[in-house]
């Protein structure tokens, strides 16, 4: 098992495929990119099936989510889901994307062995879209969310970021979107992040403002079905139910006491941490030839000395030296 000096267990695996994307959201990365990790250092396929069957068959990981960057460019993208779901015990997978190009691989990821999907939407309107993303790529996200229900990956989860001034103002109208096509909708506070370090606690929006301008147009309760856990979301129906839709206060409402993850970055890095300083190299142990048990064995000691939390709200907090896209979200 992989457990921390603060007794928690992680089963959560998250595993960055790319850096790269698509997109260059503002909460993410500058108009003009980033430089991408050399190709020799990100993990082959076999190499990333590899480290995932060790998690799942001698460290307790119980889910798998495949992320970056954004995971679709990686083309061998199905044949990974297929090797971890034929892992035992057979992990959860899931999958979290912008959506683009998900309209054409949206079935063969689900005959793959996906579970589940979050999908990237943090506004309907293109003009927005185009400022917060730098490309115009709006029709292809919703494409792509109906390409996945259509597949059977319901209920399509959306994770939406409110940005001061660009897409604040958005939060009712995304929600009645997502209810009127069956999708659960989360509401993300934005984390210091970006490769910019441009994120200011001042100008974030939280998530009693989400909740607030919710509750203007919908009448929100509690969810008294699902118990937060683990959980990062906060629940809560929507005029009585069913739907739902969850604000999770990263920043204003951590929740890291009750953290199950653990983070594989595409180079083979291994972060017990979203905000970790420190990073244990798997790749190196792995292309030296070392067996199963030597990995485990860094593995189990780079979560063994995870941190209590986060931080950002301690005076000495510092931003990791990675970016999100580069960490795995
Ligand atoms: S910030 Fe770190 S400890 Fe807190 S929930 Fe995220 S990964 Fe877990």
Redo the contacts with the bound molecule.
């Keep these: 098992m992989l457990t921390d000096s603060y007794g928690r267990v992680a089963t959560d695996l998250r595993v960055s495929l790319t850096d790269r994307c698509n997109l260059r959201c503002a909460y993410c990365m500058p108009p003009e990119g980033l430089d991408w990790l050399p190709t020799p250092e990100v993990l082959t396929g076999d190499e990333v099936v590899r480290l995932v069957r060790i998690g799942v068959e001698s460290l307790g990981i119980r889910e798998v989510r495949f992320t970056g960057g954004e995971p679709l460019l990686r083309r061998d993208l199905a044949e990974i889901v297929a090797a971890t779901a034929g892992l035992s015990p057979r992990p959860e997978i899931s999958l979290t994307t912008n959506g683009i190009g998900l309209d054409r691989r949206a079935a063969a990821l689900r005959a793959a062995g996906l579970d589940r999907i979050n999908v990237s939407l943090d506004t309907l309107r293109p003009e927005v879209f185009r400022k917060l993303t730098h490309r115009d790529r709006l029709d292809d996200v919703l494409a792509g969310l109906a390409a996945a229900a259509a597949a059977g990956l319901s209920p399509v989860k959306i994770n939406a970021v409110l940005m001061r001034d660009l897409n604040d103002d958005e939060a009712p109208q995304l929600l009645r979107y997502c209810i009127s096509h069956w999708y659960e909708l989360r509401f993300i506070e934005q984390m210091p992040l970006d490769a910019q370090h441009g994120w200011k606690r001042t100008e974030m929006v939280t998530a009693a403002e989400i909740f607030e301008s919710l509750s203007a147009q919908f009448s929100l309760s509690d969810d008294t079905e699902r118990s937060r856990g683990a959980a990062?979301a906060e629940t809560f129906l929507v005029d009585g139910g069913p739907a739902r839709v969850g604000v999770i206060g990263?920043v204003t409402r951590?929740?890291?006491g009750a953290?199950d993850?653990v983070?594989l970055t595409a180079d083979g890095q291994i972060r017990?941490?979203?905000?970790?300083r420190s990073e244990s190299d798997l790749r190196t142990l792995l292309r030296s030839g070392a067996p199963d048990s030597e990995i485990a064995e860094r593995w189990r000691a780079a979560v063994a000395a995870?941190?209590?939390?986060?931080g950002i709200n301690d005076p000495t907090f510092l931003q990791p030296d990675r970016p999100m896209s580069a960490i795995g979200g």
């Excluded at 017990?272 to 970790?276: I, S, Y």
């Excluded at 995870?306 to 986060?310: V, Y």
């Design positions: 990062p990263a951590p929740f890291c953290c993850r983070r017990n941490c979203l905000f970790a995870k941190l209590p939390g986060h």
